[in-house]
Nanobody
């Protein structure tokens, strides 16, 4: 089993910054993609950013230039630095990881519990 713990959410004023963390633990052999999604009330969950195990990143157009995703492979942790936050960034942010739990077994997808980000004055 793999557990994900997200942290770093909170209330911030427009134009402010937050840094989210997603720490994975458990029976992990390899972590492949690490991803951040968000879901605003009444809306579908959307992909915000993804980082490969090699460090290659991709971002949603809505956050490009304002968000930076990184990872620390030694700590099995992904980060999402969010700057110039806007009210429309308000959502629950979820982390998802693709992992292999045995050397030759399949990969599995795990989700975190989510962390609330509220951007409001």
């Amino acid at each position: 089993q793999v557990q994900l713990v997200e942290s770093g959410g909170g209330l911030v004023q427009p134009g402010g910054s937050l840094k989210l963390s997603c720490a994975a633990s458990g029976s992990i052999v390899n972590i492949y993609n690490m991803e951040w999604y968000r879901q605003a009330p009444g809306q579908q969950r959307e992909l915000v950013a993804v980082i490969s195990n090699g460090g290659r990143t991709n971002y949603a157009d809505s956050v490009k230039g304002r968000v930076t995703m990184s990872r620390d492979n030694a700590k099995n942790t992904a980060y999402l630095q969010m700057n110039s936050l806007k009210p429309e960034d308000t959502a629950v942010y979820y982390c998802r990881v693709i992992v292999r739990t045995t050397t030759s077994g399949p990969t599995y997808s795990y989700w975190g519990q989510g962390t609330q980000v509220t951007v409001s004055s």
